[in-house]
């Protein structure tokens, strides 16, 4: 994929909440091959970490601002992706992600963040109607795909069409990274059959999952995961949100989960966890 250099085929999706800095720090420990940043705009203001070098997702509407940020954080990602697949309310209300749907605009988008990077450049997109319209745009500019095969009325619901994905692929030369519902059970088809994979939701609270499919020496301990929202200074509520995520599994975790919904600071999370 242009001059990406990856330990493996096997990516970290981007997610909103769950994608912070320490929790991609530990996906890239555990053997993920690339991580996702969740979306951001361009014309964002907050503090950005990227010591994991990840894949840096936008979203927007048009180009505003699109040069100026890329310039300031491109020597610091390892591609820039394009979001067209996010079918939230809040996508649906301002215009961004699949609800985006004005061929010219994106092609807009996509040509000035090629002039601004010698970096990949890749689009997310969905299952719709100008799924393949938007490919032959993204031939011009992109250096991959990434298909998530649900339409955005499904949502993250039932179950993805790989024929879709299979189609896509078939219609492009340019490499294809495959999303939806990827699991232990069938990444090494999917890697038969793409040529990266992303897992998303199956990963959540679970960096290890990446150790396990590479064969990566990791422990998980949400210890480390703490150590490192500290040091970023990741605000309490994301903490806690993902203590609730890394408790999944574990023994009397449902007692766990509401014992760490209540506490109300980061003294009284450490003394109920540790």
């Known amino acids: 994929m242009g ?32 991580t996702y940043t969740g979306m951001i705009n361009p014309l964002s203001k907050q503090k950005i970490y990227l010591i994991d070098k990840p894949a840096l997702q936008l979203f927007c509407t048009n180009t505003k601002g699109i040069k100026e940020f890329m310039k300031k954080y491109d020597k610091n ?24 749907k004005d061929l010219k605009i ?10 601004n990077t010698k970096k990949p450049i890749t689009i997310k997109l969905r299952k719709s109607d100008i799924a393949f319209d938007i490919l032959n745009i993204a031939e011009k500019y992109c250096d991959a795909i990434c298909i ?24 492009t030369k340019l490499p294809v990274i495959y999303s ?9 088809q999917l890697l038969n059959k793409f040529d990266y994979i992303m897992i ?23 210890t480390d995961y703490l150590k490192l929202a500290i040091k970023y200074k990741i605000f309490f509520r994301q903490i806690k949100f993902q203590a ?24 009284e999370l450490k003394l109920l966890i540790f």
């Not at 609730?244 to 600071?265: P, Q």
Request: charged share 30%.
């Open 106 to 115: 994106i092609e807009e988008i996509l040509k000035i963040m090629q002039r």
């Open 180 to 188: 939806g519902n990827v699991n232990e059970k069938n990444y090494k």
């Open 244 to 267: 609730i995520n890394f408790t999944k599994g574990l023994k009397n975790s449902a007692k766990l989960r509401k014992d760490i919904s209540e506490v109300k600071n980061l003294e």
């Open 148 to 171: 998530h095969p649900r339409t955005q009325a499904q949502g993250y619901s039932g179950e993805p069409d790989l024929k879709f994905a299979e189609e896509i692929k078939s219609k």
């Open 200 to 222: 998303g939701r199956e990963a959540i609270g679970k960096p290890e999952l990446f150790a396990k499919l590479t064969g990566t020496k990791f422990e998980k301990s949400f």
């Open 77 to 100: 990602v390892s591609l820039w992706d394009f979001n067209l697949g996010c079918s939230s309310k809040t996508a649906k209300k301002h215009g961004f992600g699949s609800f985006l």
């Open 3 to 34: 001059n990406l250099n990856v330990k493996n085929r096997i990516f970290l999706a981007p997610m909103e909440e769950i994608n912070d800095i320490a929790f991609r720090i530990l996906c890239k420990k555990a053997g993920c091959g690339l």
